[in-house]
DNA sequence: CCCGCGACGCAATAATCTTGCATGCCCGAA
DNA sequence: TTCGGGCATGCAAGATTATTGCGTCGCGGG
């Protein structure tokens, strides 16, 4: 597998990526008066972010209210048997299911942290049935029924950056 | 409040959301094409999501391994003293923090599901130090190091789709 | 049966993105 | 120190894409 060397960024590079993950919406033209260049230069760079998968992909963040309520949960699960293909067979279905918006294989007593999405309590105690009860190799999981959303994103923390200042 | 009655949406709708959310950069020509509709017929409708909210944000998903390796931690929060104020506090704290990506306030006898982004082992441990043995008012707490990131995204199940079909 | 509302497609217009080109900077080699 | 290559930039076309005006159609209420 190729292992590219920290691909050197900048400062600039850095703030302008700062911003996209926040609001990708913005004109090259606005994104240049952030960070001061003009509006192809940014648009080279992100190009370059683009080529060498810094930005995986542009997403659209929807209202979870979209279709009525929505409920979610986080579900912690311990297989019983460890094996390899076990392991793959779980993330497999983990991957499959729309339902399922994270995935996690953690360290400690438990294997996975499983974050779902469901549309009704009835909706999520079926998709746990579905999920991990009716897999024999699940030995135990246990579903943290979300209250409330104090916040949400995949944000990443990017270094050394002067100060905050979203707009 | 206004609690806005389900908007309405029809098929279409469901289907341009869930292109959406899983890639926003597509043209309009291209949206359009997927779904059946000419690319004004699309932006007037994405334009309605946006202004009805449905649609929270475009934002660009960045690799994790950005900056060289990256920590992610699931972190199970309890905490001593459960007021109104206390718990603002925390959820306050936690939005502040660029490290955090995500909290949940969930049932049972943990309080809060936090998932962190830190830059090494050690920063990881900082963190957690940082954010909550430094806080007299959180009881317990247990940190679940991710070693495997199986399946990531905020995408929400949509009803209905005649069949997945992501091309 | 008529009317008004809402959504559509098409075409023109406006905005944004992309690319070619010349310049300036940094750095290594002579 | 000086020269030359590589690289990023700004500017100014040129190409794409987004937005809007307009006429039409289908539906539901009066």
């Known amino acids: 597998m190729p292992e590219p060397p920290p691909p050197r960024l900048d400062e600039i ?16 033209h ?4 952030q960070v001061g260049l003009s509006p192809s230069a940014v648009q080279r760079r992100i190009a370059r972010y683009r080529r060498d998968g810094l930005i995986t992909r542009q997403v659209a963040v ?12 986080t579900v912690l699960v311990t297989l019983a048997r460890e ?3 076990h392991h793959r067979a779980f993330a497999g279905r983990m991957r499959a299911d729309p339902q399922v918006q994270q995935c996690y294989r953690v360290a400690g007593p438990w294997d996975y942290v499983v974050v779902l999405a ?3 309590t009835r909706d999520c105690g079926r ?3 579905r999920l991990f009860k009716a897999d024999d190799n699940v030995q135990r999981y246990e579903t943290l029924v979300v209250f409330d959303t104090v916040k949400t994103g995949l944000t990443l923390p990017l270094p050394a950056l002067p100060q905050d200042g979203r707009s």
Do not use: K, N
């Open 13 to 28: 590079d850095a703030h302008l990526l700062d911003l996209l993950q926040h609001d990708s919406g913005r004109t090259l």
């Open 30 to 33: 606005e994104l240049g008066e």
């Open 62 to 73: 929807l209202d979870p209210h979209l279709f009525g309520p929505t409920v979610l949960a």
């Open 83 to 85: 094996s390899f293909e």
């Open 118 to 120: 469901a549309r009704s």
């Open 127 to 129: 998709l746990g049935d």
